[in-house]
């Protein structure tokens, strides 16, 4: 891929709960097509980051611009309309409705937001059921379904609107690192299509499949390390590089004296 859009064009991103200033003036840039990992110690901001550059949340001062249009001057109507239509987000647990099967709890959102007529979102449905390898799953329900199995069905919920971009939230956090696997393996072939993706994770087999990653400190990206396009090849190196630097990260910032920026 040769475009190099800017989707995402967030400025001096400041939040802050309670008087407690949980990110400082953040700026992040991603474009179009890019895989980024979004890394850092518990409590750094990253799911913050994430709410706010997606109008989640509300910002207490800066911009974001989503594909050339800035989510400050839409409506909450016209903002709930373009991460209905633009964005799908995965979180670490799936939060899916106990009395449906899970075929309608993959349609439901898309067809409550009236994206489509019921029985073209039943046949979208079934596709990305059947390719995210869980399409025998369509009338059973949530009791029936392993960790692994429901995060795919979190996955297929998401891309019912064809995003442009997917955000995840630690979409890999609470499964066993087959399933973790083999969801980052969909994650990288929806990326590997064109869709932006970007993920807040712990773990260093998600960044290392990243074309880029991001560490953040006490609410500021302190460090932003370019790897390159994910190929498969050299794989191992390319885990323990990665892995190299997030503990050399991890180093600096424990090693910063307090209060200090690094
Ligand atoms: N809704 C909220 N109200 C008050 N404080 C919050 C809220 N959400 C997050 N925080 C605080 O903001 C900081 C960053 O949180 P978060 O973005 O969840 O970090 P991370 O995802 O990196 O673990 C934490 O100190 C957290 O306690
Ligand atoms: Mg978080």
New binding site residues.
């Given amino acids: 891929m040769t475009t190099s859009t800017t989707v995402l064009d967030a400025r001096g991103l400041t939040k802050t709960?309670?008087g407690?200033t949980?990110l400082h003036e953040v700026d992040l840039q991603v474009r179009d097509g890019e895989l980024v990992a979004v890394m850092?110690?518990?409590?750094?901001?990253?799911?913050?980051?994430l709410y706010t550059v997606s109008g989640m949340d509300t910002l207490t001062s800066g911009t974001v611009s989503f594909a050339g249009q800035d989510l400050g001057s839409l409506s909450q109507k016209q903002l709930a309309r373009l991460r209905l239509t633009t964005m799908g987000f995965v979180f670490q647990h799936v939060h899916l409705l106990k009395n449906l099967c899970l075929l309608d709890n993959v349609v439901l959102p898309a067809y409550l937001a009236g994206l489509a007529p019921r029985e073209e979102l039943n046949r979208r449905a079934a596709g990305l059921m059947e390719r995210m390898g869980v399409a025998d799953l369509a009338t059973r329900d949530v009791s029936e379904a392993s960790g692994g199995q429901l995060q795919r069905i979190g996955i297929c919920r998401a891309l019912m609107n064809e995003p442009s971009i997917v955000l995840g939230d630690e979409p890999t956090g609470a499964l066993d690192s087959a399933a973790a696997g083999e969801v980052l393996d969909i994650l990288g072939e929806l990326n590997a299509e064109g869709t932006t993706v970007v993920l807040?994770t712990h773990d260093p087999t998600v960044a290392a499949r990243a074309d880029r990653v991001l560490y953040?400190v006490d609410?500021r990206i302190v460090a932003d390390r370019q790897q390159g396009r994910y190929t498969g090849a050299d794989r191992e190196g390319r885990h323990a590089d990665v892995t190299a630097w997030l503990t050399e990260q991890d180093r600096r910032r424990t090693e910063a004296p307090l209060g200090s920026v690094v």
């Fill in positions: 709960f309670d407690r949980v850092g110690p518990s409590g750094s901001g990253k799911s913050t980051l807040v953040m609410g």
